[in-house]
Nanobody
Framework: VQLQASGGGLVQPGGSLRLSCAAS????????MGWYRQAPGKQRELVAV???????WAVDSVKGRFAISRDNAKNTVYLQMNSLKPDDTAVYYC????????WGQGTQVTVSS
């Protein structure tokens, strides 16, 4: 299954974006699906995970602001990002959890006034 992230862009602080991760095949049998991000000069970090039972996890820095969801019928995972901050600026990637070695292109999110 190949994954393609989209939906990034330039947004002002306090704004919102919804990222989409479209899979080339069924994700029903995949347990953990996650969103990761990599800011300039920093290591890639796991931001949020959703498991096949619907349970989720998010890193402390985005709790209460970001929400991950999945639509198995559409083979898509979403990341709703609200109250965005400049520190959220990064390239966002989707991958399995644990991550597979190969990464897609990601989608750039820039939070700036």
């Amino acid at each position: 299954v190949q994954l393609q992230a989209s939906g990034g862009g330039l947004v002002q602080p306090g704004g919102s974006l919804r990222l989409s991760c479209a899979a080339s095949g069924s994700i029903v049998s995949i347990n953990g699906m996650g969103w990761y991000r990599q800011a300039p000069g920093k290591q890639r970090e796991l931001v949020a995970v959703i498991y096949s039972d619907g349970s989720t996890w998010a890193v402390d820095s985005v709790k209460g602001r970001f929400a991950i969801s999945r639509d198995n019928a559409k083979n898509t995972v979403y990341l709703q990002m609200n109250s965005l901050k400049p520190d959220d600026t990064a390239v966002y990637y989707c991958n399995l959890v644990p991550a597979r070695p190969s990464w897609g292109q990601g989608t750039q999110v820039t939070v700036s006034s």
